[in-house]
């Protein structure tokens, strides 16, 4: 049985017309590309079996909470209009599997987006986006992530990368001061996050989706103040400053052999054992301090460079400052190791392709 399709593109539509009514019962693709539509009528969302909608390129100000309602949609495009807020209740939208909210004006994407489990793409380019929700993450369906050009955009949750499917991610142009150090790397075919002017290092495993022809923009040459409490250190024979992760609260030198402290060692052992079984997390909730609860549903931080080790890092770290011999950019990479033994014996294996650079 074919599809019901209707093309009212280019049409000057200031409103959707009222003959879409006679379609309701049959139509399943409706096309309404660069008209001049400011809203839905109530009238729209009885549009039962309706599976795709491209209205990007009109001035539509608002989505409804009833566009929920419209529970067979898997695709929808509203890019390039003036919207400035998702409905709460997006989430409802269970169908969904392709989401293109590019040019708008939104400044954050709802919590329960992430209860959008069939979500393959989202495209969310030129908005005003300060933060990707942590909830995200729970989309593990998703394969493409565009946040491209969302200039207050400061962070990328260290748990977006290490999504089951994920294969392509764009977070160019923002404002980026660090990148997640933990990447799904079997999955993962394309990475361009690196355009980011405050980027002052890239974490070792980026190395192998850097871009030929890349610019390295050099590290600060003096301390800065960040209004985001960026934690930074000091490389003292180059002068250069390096932005951290925030995530992050003790950072060590190789030289360092100090234990874990008692939190790191609780948040380790608790990542276990949710990992085990993902049940055990509701009664965590009921156990744990909620900082410490919270910090646990974050995620890690990243894992400890050493292959043979590869445990996860919450809030502690050691911290090894890296540029590749014989190479002709000057890249500095950093990697994180749970402990002195981890880092030495990393070290030792790779002493003839990296230089370790001291910092304070």
């Known amino acids: 049985m074919e599809r019901k399709v209707l093309h009212w ?47 990007s390129g009109n001035l539509i100000e608002k989505l409804p909470n009833e566009i929920t309602l419209l529970s067979n949609l898997d695709f929808l495009d509203v890019s390039k209009n003036v919207i400035k807020q998702l409905p709460s209740c997006f989430g409802e939208l269970q169908n969904l599997e392709r989401l293109y909210i590019s040019e708008n ?6 919590e329960d987006i992430g209860q959008l489990s069939k979500l393959r ?44 499917r994920l294969e392509y991610i764009y977070v160019d142009r923002c404002n980026l001061y660090y990148l997640p150090t933990t990447l799904n790397t079997f999955s993962l075919k394309h990475v361009r996050m690196f355009e980011n002017e405050n980027l002052t290092h890239y974490p070792l495993v980026y190395e192998q989706y850097i871009p030929p022809m890349l610019h390295f923009t050099s590290p600060q040459k003096v301390l800065f103040h960040t209004q985001q409490g960026i934690p930074q250190l000091l490389i003292p024979k180059e002068n250069y400053v390096l932005n951290l992760p925030r995530s992050i609260s003790n950072f060590r030198s190789c030289t360092s052999r100090n234990p874990p402290s008692l939190v790191e060692l609780a948040l380790h052992i608790a990542f276990n054992v949710v990992n085990s079984n993902q049940q055990s997390s509701h009664h965590l909730k009921k156990i744990m301090p909620d900082t410490l609860y919270n910090r646990l549903m974050m995620g890690p931080s990243g894992v400890c460079g050493n292959a043979a080790c590869h445990r996860a890092i919450f809030k502690e770290s050691c911290f090894v400052v890296l540029r ?16 002195k033994d981890c880092t030495q014996a990393w070290t030792l294996h790779n002493i003839e392709n990296y230089k370790c650079i001291w910092w304070s």
């Open 9 to 55: 593109s280019y049409h000057n539509f200031r409103e959707l017309p009222q003959e879409l009514k006679e379609y309701s019962d049959e139509v399943e693709d409706l096309y309404l590309k660069e008209n001049f539509i400011t809203d839905f009528p109530k009238w729209f969302f009885e549009i039962r079996f309706l599976k795709f909608l491209q209205i």
């Open 105 to 110: 004006q939104l400044e954050y994407l709802p």
């Open 121 to 164: 793409v989202l495209e969310c380019c030129k908005n005003k986006i300060t933060y990707i929700p942590i909830s995200l993450a729970n989309c593990t369906a998703l394969e493409e992530l565009n946040f491209n050009d969302n200039e207050s955009l400061y962070e990328v949750p260290d748990r977006i990368l290490t999504l089951p």
């Open 324 to 339: 590749r011999f014989k190479s002709n950019q000057q890249y500095l990479f950093t990697q994180m190791f749970c402990g």
